[in-house]
């Protein structure tokens, strides 16, 4: 990719964190990223993140992605990671709060309390935490930017998903609330929704967990179980990763200059 390609690439100049990066949306979203030219900056606890480091890599030879490892239900390890980079000179002005933990799939009777707050402190508080670091490191540098967090039509009440169908819902009302504490400062924030997404990991364990989980909305047969999912969607469809990466690039993007504290719906029409 020669030089004067990557300044005609829209993230040009761009550097984005992507939290999650080791995940199936976290590493489809950063090589996309990659490819329009941003600086990616991977961020995740476990080692897969070295994976998607490399594909970003094949993807723009121009740019060196950087990683970073952090809790992000740990403030301090949160601000550990920002001054760290700081220190090597990068300063993220996007940003896809992306991390996130589905937690178990049971009967709210049968939910077990410490799970349910695992996930809550994963995929709310640590969203929150995420997005307060990177807020202050932006203002503090008197930058405009923007977030993507990560939130999910579960948040409309997904049966046997108590936890996971709340905090997402939370994620979405964190998003609004931060959208009009942030606008001030010239920083947008929204979410998106993805509604069934496949192939990969997550489709395979909601299918197969669903199928294992008595109720009477699924079938027992994790087959039939994929079959009245995608019956569900207008579409007749899941949606792909990289559907979900274009929905989260247009609102880390220019394109979405004067749109912030909404929530995108990548559901095929699903609700």
Do not use: H
């Amino acid at each position: 990719m020669d030089q004067d390609r990557v300044e005609d690439l829209p993230f040009s100049g761009r550097t984005v964190m992507i939290t999650g990066a080791a995940g199936d949306i976290g590493r489809a979203t950063a090589v996309r990223l990659a490819t329009a030219g941003a600086q990616v900056v991977l961020a995740d606890i476990t080692d897969g993140v070295a994976t998607t480091a490399a594909m970003c890599a094949e993807a723009n030879p121009a740019a060196t992605p950087a990683t970073t490892s952090f809790d992000v239900t740990n403030e301090a390890d949160v601000e550990r990671a920002f001054i760290d980079l700081g220190a090597r000179g990068i300063l993220a002005d996007l940003l896809f709060n992306n991390a996130g933990y589905q937690g178990g799939f049971s009967n709210i009777v049968d939910y077990e309390v410490g799970d349910f707050r695992r996930v809550l402190d994963v995929n709310v508080t640590g969203v929150f935490i995420v997005l307060k670091c990177f807020a202050r490191t932006l203002i503090s540098a008197g930058l405009s930017g923007a977030v993507v967090n990560s939130a999910s039509m579960a948040r409309g009440g997904a049966p046997n998903m108590a936890a996971y169908s709340a905090s997402k819902a939370a994620v979405i009302a964190l998003t609004k609330t931060a959208a009009k504490d942030l606008a001030g400062q010239s920083i947008r924030v929204n979410s998106i929704s993805p509604a069934f997404i496949g192939p990969g990991a997550m489709w395979d364990r909601q299918v197969e967990l669903q199928a294992g989980t008595p109720s009477q909305y699924f079938s027992s047969d994790p087959a039939e179980v994929a079959e009245q999912m995608i019956g569900s969607v207008p579409l007749r469809r899941y949606g792909t990763l990289d559907e979900v990466a274009a929905a989260a690039l247009f609102l880390l993007s220019d394109e979405s200059s004067y749109i912030t504290g909404v929530d995108l719906e990548v559901a095929g029409g699903a609700v």
